[in-house]
């Protein structure tokens, strides 16, 4: 758990980019829904 939590501190491009995906599906589905 530590080494992950390590991992994730040192490349805090992947949860950016994670957000970003996430943030798309949502205002895709609100696009979808409007």
Known sequence: MVGN???EIKE????FYFLLVIAAIIFNSLQHLA
Do not use: E, G, M
């Open 12 to 15: 805090p491009k992947i949860n």
């Open 5 to 7: 939590n390590l991992k």
